[in-house]
Nanobody
Framework: QVQLVEAGGGLVQPGGSLRLSCVASRSTFSINTMGWYRQTPGKQRELVAAITSGSSTNYADSVKDRFTISRDNAKNTVYLQINSLKPEDTAVYYC???????????????WGQGTQVTVSS
């Protein structure tokens, strides 16, 4: 079992930046893959970025070159640096532990409560 708590969302103008963080309730050394997903009303939750314990990463095509995922196992934390924000990035961003790098569910996974990112002028 692991609890995940996200932070860092907010209202930002187009072209701006945010850094989201996700703190896990236990050591992330034992969690192979952690990821960030996002969801807008009426749409399925989609993979944004994921990172393995070996630092392999996977990004959605729509965010490549703008988003960077990283993890600090000493702090039990995974980050998502978001640059050059666009209005279409507006969504609730969720942290996940346990899914594969592709976003597929293998056995069991865990979700945070989400943090709202709104991109608007």
């Amino acid at each position: 079992q692991v609890q995940l708590v996200e932070a860092g969302g907010g209202l930002v103008q187009p072209g701006g930046s945010l850094r989201l963080s996700c703190v896990a309730s236990r050591s992330t050394f034992s969690i192979n893959t952690m990821g960030w997903y996002r969801q807008t009303p009426g749409k399925q939750r989609e993979l944004v970025a994921a990172i393995t314990s070996g630092s392999s990463t996977n990004y959605a095509d729509s965010v490549k070159d703008r988003f960077t995922i990283s993890r600090d196992n000493a702090k039990n934390t995974v980050y998502l640096q978001i640059n050059s924000l666009k209005p279409e990035d507006t969504a609730v961003y969720y942290c996940n532990a346990g899914r594969l790098l592709t976003g597929a569910l293998l056995l069991k996974d865990y979700w945070g409560q989400g943090t709202q990112v709104t991109v608007s002028s």
